[in-house]
């Protein structure tokens, strides 16, 4: 129930609000994966990526195959500018879902931070491939 009170909440842009109804989702189920990695989504959009990299430790805790996870976990790390990190998830990410299109996305992003042109644009076609619509978003 509160779970589902913040996806409602997050989806009309009520960051605060979602959060505190995570908050209660954890605090009635500290082994529920999806409040936290949902959590950690709803701080991302506050910049928080801190907090959100350690929620979605907990959810990985609880899911350490959650592909998503991990991929959102590189993503706070390349907001952060932590590069070899944020590689190191993404990695990850793609090796437990080599369909995962974002995954690719973000990782063509950091490659391009740290100067491989190569490897970023062949993870950004790989992304494309996968998702023809991936950047629409960003551009």
Request: zero cysteines; glycine letters at 6%; hydrophobic letters at 45%.
């Amino acid at each position: 129930m509160f779970n589902a009170r913040g996806l409602d909440a997050a989806g009309r842009g009520q960051q605060d609000e979602a959060i505190a109804e995570y908050d209660r989702a954890i605090a009635l189920d500290p082994k529920f994966a999806d409040a936290f990695y949902n959590r950690a989504l709803a701080l991302m959009e506050q910049n928080h990526n801190d907090r959100a990299i350690r929620d979605l430790n907990a959810a990985l805790g609880l899911d350490p195959k959650d592909a998503m996870a991990l991929a959102l976990k590189g993503e706070a790390f390349r907001r952060l500018g932590d590069h070899a990190r944020a590689l190191e998830e993404l990695d990850a990410a793609i090796a437990l879902d080599p369909d995962m299109a974002v995954a690719f996305w973000r990782r063509s992003q950091v490659q391009a931070a740290l100067g491989d042109k190569t490897a970023a644009e062949a993870d950004r076609a790989r992304a494309l491939k996968l998702d023809p619509d991936i950047g629409r978003s960003e551009s």
